[in-house]
């Protein structure tokens, strides 16, 4: 997926948060690391349509995201979005909240949702877990459910924003494993995460993010081996 962004900007109440971002690459799997309250979340959310940037474009494969709410929807749902928590529907099943969206959002019919669902759940290790609820699921299998449900409607591109950050440590592995498996199979992401061992060797391409900026992009194992900037290098010397 490629994607054009020019001039970007975004403001809250007057603050800047995105202070003129530029990027233009074909898409793969790319990793946004930095600091917290560096803009990532903003930036991924502009980016899926989830909000209007204050000034500047986003263009992807050729055609510009027109931030109004008539077109939005439909650009939305070419995407598939998982957040630090699943936010699954509570009172559904597994299978269920897999299989909503696809009706719903995407109207596949109900028996060919359904199946579609069991069939990525039993992909991801969740065979026996399609008939529960999400408060009978580790933290691990919820996030597991939450990525089925982004990627059942066969999204261009996945969105994540820190998609274990809210995990007990023992599961993290499981997700991140699972990303990656999506990966092997083709599938295209943007990952906002603080697993740097995962953005380093999972992901492509990398981009630093910090303050509003976007300091440094590349091949992932570039940035990491040879940070240019003083603040990534700070920012990595950190994590040690
Ligand atoms: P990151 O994901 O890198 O931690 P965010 O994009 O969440 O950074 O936030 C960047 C800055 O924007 C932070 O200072 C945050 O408080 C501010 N911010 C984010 N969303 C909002 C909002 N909806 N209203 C006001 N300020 C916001
Ligand atoms: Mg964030």
Redesign the pocket.
Known sequence: MRIRIEGLTKE??GAP?LRGINFDDDVTTLAVI?P????????LRIVGGLIAPTGGTVEVDGEAVAYDERTLPAYRAQLGFVFQSSGLFHHLSALENVALPLRVVHGVPEDEARERAADLLSRFGLAAEEGKRPVQLSGGQQQRVAIARAVAARPKMLLLDEPTSALDPEYTNDVLDLIRDLKDSGTRFIV?THEMGFARHACDKAAF?HDGTLLEYGASAQLFDRPTTPELQRFLSKLL
């Open positions: 809250f109440d948060v930095g917290s309250g560096g803009g990532k979340s903003t930036l906002v993010l």
